[in-house]
């Protein structure tokens, strides 16, 4: 038995650890040696999961981990989006009192569980993955203990999640009952071989796509998803809008097509259903928001919905395209919400729509930082945006399902119109207040580096799609 | 055989029986009694099923240690529980519609075709020198260390969220501090003055 | 008739021998109270109870017999099934665990495989009874008593439990049977020595979840009249007492069989070991039990109580930390194969 294959997460648990105890050590205007010990560490931990990627498929630890090259892409995106979190987060915090070593202890945490979850080899590890995940997040969405709306998020977090996770589990033991096994690769022998165990996979099959879509925000499972992004601070919400989800697609890699890959032809259905309806709830309400927090929301429940359309082509091209959308979306997303955060200021939320207005003329350099977001998001070349959705589409059209990217194409260009809202918000109008921006340097760094990746991926985006295509063959 | 069918069957009814009591009382300290009733109950099932380890264990965590906090919360809270059953008759239809699709759906999986006798060989016994902890032992520190070490973290966090989000100083709460009470010296509380006897005036 | 004598025998044998440990446990209980009085009455130049009997040797009885003639009084508006129900609650767990607790290595009603946590799980149970009566009493002072006591049992019973994990790393069973034989050779052998701070921990928190003094501030008379059995009267009262005294000769022979090596002789190795062969075993583990018993009345007489925030500092500050650090120690100590004891 080798643990070599779990350095990663190993460097991570004990770093975590060691941060907690240091934390408790340290006096208040010290506190950033935690933060500056929390991001070395997940620098370290991206590069040592990065130097993983050519490493040969490799099942340790009696069949509960597996070390292969899509975990460790996965990985390192997770880690390298977590970095660009706390980059985000750091004065937001500070100016809101809350700058305390345990959000990033509890962050490590759930990067620590979503690495779980990524390299999951047993149903087992993928609900224990999924535990440690989320329990963090419901902890860090609580963290502003003084905000009433914060509190109510996480309450409505923690229950629905505990209500999702109660679905998932109560498909996975059907599972288990069915195929006597825990082990991923053992269900899906199982599964392979004929028997009369029908009616009991497709019951658990439910379940499981009930829990998945519950966590992924997919309609009409995407209750929590609004609320929560708008009640949690900020700096929560942008890292439950961003790595989590790259998690989310593992998840659903490992549970539908390793696991239950010889039922393709049930889950597909399933994923069409909550493809479109996302697609289409989520473009449309969003449209009515006036809150940015809230847009952005709804707005992930339509990429989810994109991401979802990749995965139900059930080809290699439509997993690596969903990948491709899963990673870039992350990067899209702290950036739309890390925009807020620069915005705002102590005792002042920026998340109103309204608090764009005129940012080209207060800053032109942050404007154009976020021109080039929302249009990536909308789907516009040359952003990255738009190559994610061109692979989907593509994906799906290859697999004969021309209606769906019709769908898709139409509601995203009513999706367009919300994001070049803003566009038009920011060049257009009037600053309503005269402010000045105060930006940290390393709040204008991540800022400056999250808009430009955004850009030079969507103009070279073959590396990185070369890459997902290859830890997939 | 007859004597173990026997201990079963009173088991299982004062399970059910507790089960049920606890949804139905109106008292919560009486809710959370019953739940210990069905706790123990079926710690008694799991005697039965040769899981002695994991009886034992259900005992000491949930009735020792989670629901004596339980039943400390309850009786500190003056819950009045009678707003929390409006609407209960509203409700009623579609609860029993819900509640009935699920038992069609549970008969219909978990049925005897699919897990009775016939699907599912019944386990083998094991003899007096069987032991079950052992078992569990070796299997949880072997096969199962992952999950078990994962699920170690998951306690972590949940212990450092706990304390995260409630040891903080609050303004307006008054607190005493029994180091400084202890500590205080006759100096910090009385000040000796000395003054002249004074005249009685008149 | 012989068929029926085979269905009844054993029944018969398993009954006859719970009444033969519990009519001496029961004695015990009664004289412990004895001794308690006495021993504190001669540490405060007292001399106690002398006046029923020959040295007052009957006064227990005497107490009994009132106990049982007074009334039970129930109050008004107090849940009186609870209310009648919690002495009993209160004393069964601490009769119950005596099933597993062997008193020579085949003088044992039931040897079960995970006889120490069986005694664990039992008496964490034990702090219902005093909740509930708290609780059914519908009186302050007894729901104060009640409260006090479940926040106490539930910060001392993670010390005791992490106390036991060291022992069982140490023994490698979680029998009570192969505990005490795993400590055979020498009085150093016994694990007093290799778990020291572990031994410290369990008694003192045996003495916490007993409510004993300097820990009993779910009574504490002086503040809370009588705390949770503030109400009972009689033989419900009585109960309570039965219990508490019962729980204390339960962890006394705890610590006697976990940390003293139970029956074993305390003079096995030494060159005049052959001198006390023909001493039973059951002799040195009672000789060992009262000494903790001893300890138990002797704490009572000498220290004061301690305020409700240090018993919980004490619990969840000092206790549990030393207890998980000595785990440690102890898993070390195992792995590491450390003479004597673990060679």
Redesign the interface.
Known sequence: MTFAPLATEIFL?SMACII?IVDVFLRDERRVLSYALAQLTLLAGALISWSMLGNETQVV??G??VSDPMAALLKTSILLVTVGVFMYSRSYLVERDIF?G?FY??GL?AV?GML?LVSAH?L??IY??L??LS??L??LV??Q?DSAAASEAAMKYFVLGALASGMLLYGIS?LY??TGSLDIGEVAEAIALPGE?G??LV?ALCFIVVGLAFKFGAVPFHMWVPDVYHGAPTPVTLFIGSAPKIAAFAMAMRLLTEALGGLYGSWQDMLTILAVLSLVIGNVIAIAQTNIKRMLAYSTIAHVGFLLLGLLAGTTEGFSASMFYAITYALMAIGGFGMVILLSRAGFEADRLDDFKGLNDRSPWFAFMMLILMLSMAGVPPTVGFYAKLAVLQAVIHVDMVWLAVVAVFFSIIGAFYYIRIVKLMYFDAPEGDAPLAVSPDMQIAMSLNGLAVLTLGIFPGGLMAVCNAVLS | MGFERFVFYVFAVILVYAAARVITVRNPVHAVLHLVLAFFTCAGLWLLLEAEFLAITLVLVYVGAVMVLFLFVVMMLDINVSPLREGFVKYLPMGFVVALLIFA?MF???GVK??GAQAVAIPERHGADYSNTREIGNVLY??????FE??S??L???I??A???TM?RRPDTRSQDPVAQVAVRREDRVRLVKMKTEEKSG | MAEFWEFIREPFFITLWIVAILVPLLLGVAYLTYAERKIIGYMQVRIGPNRVGPRGWLQPIADALKLLMKEIIVPQNSNRFLFLIAPMISIAPALAAWAVMPFTDRLVLANIDASLLYILALTSMGVYGVIIAGWASNSKYAFLGAMRSAAQIVAYEIAMGFALVGVLIAGGSLNLVDIVQAQQGSLVHWFWLPLFPLFLVYFISGVAETNRAPFDVAEGESEIVAGFHVEYSGMAFAVFFLAEYANMILIAALAALMFLGGWLSPFEGTWFESWFAWVPGIFWLLVKTSLFLFCFLWFRATFPRYRYDQIMRLGWKVFIPITIVWIVVAGGLVVGEVGPWFN
């Open positions: 648990l907690l630890l009696h509960t981990f305390r345990e202890v509890l945490f620590l779980v047993s087992l590890t224990l993955g535990e440690l329990l963090s419901y902890a609580a963290f203990r059907m009952g069915a165990q009616i009991i019951f | 759906e219909m999986v978990l699919n897990f072997t096969d199962y260390v992952y999950p994962i699920a973290v998951i972590l966090v949940a450092i969220a304390i995260a989000l903080r």
